[in-house]
């Protein structure tokens, strides 16, 4: 296709103004010739592409070749090669589209009809899957559901793409719309302030252990067909997850999974965690998680030289990070470099199941089954550990996420959207793929009935509301009388009790299950490979004698459970917990058991979650039973807690549990400070803003942060004033310990 004449001018197009390439020599021709543009310029690049030689000449492209053959006013548009199903080297420059400068200039002003159609086509899903949620949240008539079912019958998303776009270019259109947050000076508040006014600068050296599902996980399969074009990826973080899930999903599903009789990587598939800070700094782009401490512990000094983040494989079970990547070993190395170089023990920063890893390491570290470090390793090279929002005994939603593959998120979609995610990832899926993650089931709940009560009751019984916290904190700082009490929106009614922790629905022909009964129904369901890799790895009972815990201290399965392994020989070791509360958790669950009256939603053979031989039920939240008078919301029963874990799994080892000698026998320090949960009402603090409490979002509070350079600074002297708002101790002093 010949290009189309156009008018010519005697002025050259800058190389940084050229629209989709740059020719190779073109600069180096304007410092030679700027004064000698005439209307067969075109002979002239031909013969300075002569004088650099063949080789130069062969290294470029088809469409710098042919860009040295056109006028020199003359800018070439490309279309990307993803707009054809067949792109070649031939389709793609006879797609090329010549214009001038000036025609590039005005069509810079328009908007394109294809970004005006991509821009409609995602407001139009958007909207859609919004309104379908909305109007069709938690209908109980399921009577529509079979015309329904035919729309997703051969539900397939690469299907739905606008003709003459591949599906790789709408999913990366609809990730662009996830952009890293702009930086504000205020991000490095009060990390700044603190610097400038107060003189902070780093004295300890840190180190931070992220939680579960923060750490981005690359593919290094070579050998596996479908993994090579994953190849250093994140199958886990970044919008490439999102492109392997929504379009790939038995590729995906195969990468995330682990072998379920060894615990390690499936033949021919390797997944492993991404390294460095960048690595949980953010999970995808514009969804923060550890960026907000890095930002303010880089505002008065710490750089890459004395801040690490230790990230790790959170689907492996604990002996297992050992096992294949020895994460313990270098995690001691690293420590004791550390020590050696600056001559400071460190501050070891953990959240979430972070916390329950270096609770391991401690224990693993100091034994002769692990790190043959001593009794006095952590001692020597351990300052303080930062404990924020460890789930220290266990989250009941690892239990119901192994049980029947659900969890709130998944109770609270609605029929309509219920109905899609059953058929494109199935309750027998996600419980298969659940069970198969040795690092899942860390955070099973830990003490059984003495701490999550029994059929006559649980230590945190009682109907949670959120404007009690509040208000108990404004006492406790003295902004109002203890007179003031938030309002009885429950009309005297209270919810039932948490100590079933599986409440089976009328008509189940099932008993509610206390936590031990539980665990009973979850070995009888989850089959042989998952049993016999809980055994292997994780004991959740409680050692309540000295006789009992000097025996399960020293036991590898109890070095991931606070109530069968005893602190360190560390006194001098400060332990911090910083925890949110006032924010509704899931504690307890209503289920129900599939009948031939079950709607046919639910009563799928892929959402069978029982076992092969049929012996056991199956079984399901019930999103039917809903009363927000009690705190149950669409099956789950609620309770106080940061949103994620229950406040009696943050808070009681820190309250009442390491104040004992039993599980506390070096005598460390341990000090607790609540923040309670409250909301930015700012539509632009999407993740809840300086005072969020929220399980994840407490990395960005504010106050959590201030304490935390003062740990790192060594500003904290004696230890932070330990500060409390919840009925922690009211809770504890019921705990059967």
């Known amino acids: 296709m010949a290009p189309r004449k156009r008018k010519q001018t005697h002025k050259r197009p800058n190389s940084d103004e050229t629209n989709g390439h740059v020719p190779n020599n073109d600069s180096n021709h304007d410092s030679h010739h700027?004064?000698?543009?005439?209307?067969?310029?075109?002979?002239h690049d031909t013969h300075h592409h002569k004088q650099h030689g063949s080789a130069a000449h062969d290294s470029e492209d088809p469409l710098t070749k042919l860009s040295n053959t056109l006028p020199k006013d003359t800018k070439i548009e490309v279309r990307h090669p993803s707009l054809s199903r067949n792109p070649s080297v031939a389709d793609y420059i006879h797609k090329a589209l010549f214009v001038t400068e000036a025609e590039a200039a005005e069509r810079k002003k328009q908007v394109?009809?294809?970004?005006?159609?991509?821009?409609v086509l995602l407001l139009g899903i958007i909207i859609g899957m919004g309104l379908a949620t909305?109007?069709?949240?938690?209908?109980?008539?399921?009577?529509?559901m079979e015309a329904f079912a035919h729309y997703f019958h051969d539900f397939d998303l690469a299907s739905m793409v606008p003709t003459g776009m591949i599906p790789e270019e709408f999913i990366g259109n609809v990730s662009a719309m996830f952009r890293p947050e702009i930086l504000t000076e205020e991000e490095f508040y009060p990390g700044e302030e603190l610097r400038e006014v107060h003189g902070y600068k780093p004295k300890y050296p840190v180190t931070m252990i992220p939680g579960i599902v923060s750490t981005g996980l690359e593919s290094w399969s070579t050998t596996h067909n479908c993994s090579k074009k994953y190849f250093r990826k994140r199958v886990w973080g970044t919008t490439t997850m999102f492109r392997a899930v929504l379009l790939d999903r038995g590729c995906?599903?195969?990468?995330m999974r682990l072998d379920s009789e060894t615990g390690l990587d499936p033949e021919g598939v390797r997944l492993r965690a991404a390294q460095g800070l960048e690595a949980a700094d953010y999970l995808v782009p514009g969804y923060w998680v550890w960026a907000p401490i890095i930002k303010n512990l880089a505002a008065i000094g710490y750089d890459n030289n004395n801040m690490h983040l230790a990230s790790y494989d959170w689907r492996l079970a604990f002996a297992n990070l050992e096992v294949r990547d020895a994460y313990f070993s270098q995690l001691k190395a690293s420590l004791e470099l550390s020590l050696k170089v600056t001559g400071e023990k460190h501050v070891l920063i953990a959240h979430s199941m972070g916390s329950t890893v270096l609770f391991y390491f401690f224990k693993w570290v100091e034994s002769d089954q692990g790190g043959k470090g001593g009794p006095n390793w952590v001692k020597n090279h351990v300052h303080t550990f930062v404990n924020i929002a460890g789930p220290l005994l266990g989250v009941p939603k690892t239990l119901a996420a192994v049980l029947s593959g659900e969890v709130r998120d998944t109770a609270q979609l609605g029929i309509v959207s219920a109905y899609v995610l059953e058929k494109f990832f199935s309750r027998r899926e996600r419980a298969d793929l659940f069970r198969s993650w040795g690092g899942l089931s860390s955070m099973i709940p830990k003490g059984g009935n003495r701490v999550w009560g029994t059929a006559k009751g649980a230590p945190d019984d009682g109907t949670h509301d959120e404007e009690e916290t509040l208000v108990n904190e404004k006492i406790a700082k003295k902004e109002v009388t203890p007179e003031v009490t938030s309002k009885d929106k429950w009309g005297g009614k209270e919810s039932p009790s948490f100590g079933a922790m599986l409440a089976f629905a009328a008509g189940s022909d099932m008993d509610h299950h206390t936590m031990d009964e539980s665990m009973d129904l979850l070995s009888k369901m989850a089959g042989d490979d998952y049993n016999a890799m809980l055994a292997q790895n994780y004991s959740v009972g409680a050692s309540v004698s000295q006789k009992e815990?000097?025996?399960?201290?020293?036991?590898?399965?109890?070095?991931?459970?606070?109530?069968?392994?005893?602190?360190?020989?560390?006194?001098d070791m400060r332990i911090y917990c910083l925890y949110g509360v006032g924010k509704s958790t899931e504690r307890s669950y209503t289920y129900n058991r599939m009948s031939d009256f079950t709607p046919q939603i639910l009563d799928q053979k892929p959402g069978n979650v029982s076992d092969e031989t049929g012996k056991t039920p199956n079984i399901y939240i019930d999103t039917t039973v809903h009363d927000d008078k009690v705190g149950i919301s669409y099956g789950i029963h609620q309770g106080d807690g940061d949103g994620t874990v229950p406040l009696l799994s943050t808070g009681y080892m820190c309250v009442e549990g390491w104040k004992k000698k039993l599980y506390n026998p070096a005598g460390s320090k341990?000090?607790?400070r609540e923040f309670t949960h409250q909301s930015s009402l700012s539509p632009v603090d999407i993740r809840g803003g300086k005072r969020t409490a929220d399980h994840v979002d407490i990395l960005g509070n504010y106050q959590v942060t201030k304490d935390l350079l003062a740990i790192v600074a060594g500003r904290d002297g004696d230890g932070l004033e330990e500060q409390i708002f919840s009925k922690i101790r009211e809770y504890s002093a019921k705990v059967d310990l």
């Open 34 to 43: 700027h004064d000698s543009h005439h209307h067969n310029s075109h002979h």
């Open 112 to 119: 394109t009809p294809g970004t005006r159609r991509r821009v």
């Open 134 to 144: 909305v109007l069709m949240r938690q209908t109980k008539d399921a009577a529509y």
């Open 252 to 255: 995906w599903i195969t990468n």
């Open 549 to 571: 815990m000097d025996k399960t201290t020293k036991l590898p399965t109890s070095w991931a459970n606070p109530l069968q392994a005893a602190l360190p020989n560390a006194p």
């Open 670 to 672: 341990v000090i607790t």
